[in-house]
């Protein structure tokens, strides 16, 4: 069963400004040990930073970014995002399960769905995010999606290039946009919004910008939530 806590997404737009919009968290105070472990996640990005070298450039407007990683009309009244990594097993299950799949069937055009990155599971969660928004330049974001998870944890750069090549991509433009970093800037305005979350670890998904379910969640754990939304009433 996912920990549920309501946490509001403050905002007009539902998560759509180009800007992390900072989350309230009503929470217990983490104990000492989480403190460690932050400092040990903190660590582990930093260290991928040092080996994956990046470019310091402008993001993309998040509202472009988003229409190439998302599911569903732009005018859907149910918006989903879900904060995720390639190197999650519990972002690994979601998918394997069909959780959005079944969203999708029973709900179709009423619910949107969005992925954004929250790269912190592995040193090579960062890489993975890029590519997959490389691919979706080329309008592949969920079929590399899909095949980042079916390798699961095979995320070292030469993997990352060959699943480009395997789904038909044009591999000189991704491998250019890997390369360059081009999406770093957007994966970092991500995360520095999942951060503000005050979460650790993902999955976390936002429903019309309140922070409802956390951890592998299935069709069932998201109902309620949906069907709340739907109705005009307040998300539980």
């Known amino acids: 069963m996912p920990t549920i806590e309501k946490v509001t997404l403050k905002g007009p737009d539902n998560g759509h400004s180009d800007e992390p919009v900072p989350l309230r968290s009503s929470g217990p105070r983490r104990p000492s040990w989480l403190g460690a472990l932050l400092w040990a996640l903190a660590v582990l990005i930093i260290g991928a930073y040092v080996v994956w070298p990046r470019p310091q450039l402008p993001a ?9 990683r998302s599911l569903g009309e732009a005018d859907a009244p149910v918006v989903i995002l879900a904060y995720s990594d390639f190197a999650c097993p519990d972002c690994r299950e979601f998918n394997d399960t069909g959780v959005m799949e079944q969203i999708r069937s029973a709900y179709g ?5 969005t992925w954004r990155d929250f790269p912190v599971a592995s040193a090579q969660s960062p890489q993975a995010a890029e590519a997959a928004l ?3 330049d080329q309008g592949q974001f969920w ?16 993997q990352l290039k060959g ?17 360059s970093g081009q999406h770093w800037p957007e994966v970092q305005r991500d995360l520095r919004a999942a951060r503000q979350i005050d979460r650790i670890s993902p999955p976390v998904y936002v429903i019309n910008g309140q922070v409802s ?8 754990d998201f109902k309620p939530y949906i069907d709340a939304a739907l109705e005009g009433n307040d998300i539980p």
Do not use: M, W
């Not at 699943?163 to 390369?179: I, P, R, S, V």
């Open 143 to 158: 079929a590399y999606h899909d095949r980042l998870f079916s390798s699961f944890l095979q995320l070292k750069v030469e």
């Open 213 to 220: 379910l956390i951890g592998f969640s299935t069709f069932d």
């Open 60 to 68: 993309e407007p998040l509202e472009a970014v988003d229409a190439r």
């Open 109 to 113: 055009s009423r619910v949107r769905f």
């Open 163 to 179: 699943y480009a090549k395997e789904l038909g991509l044009d591999t000189q433009a991704f491998n250019h946009c890997l390369d």
């Open 134 to 136: 490389c691919a979706g």
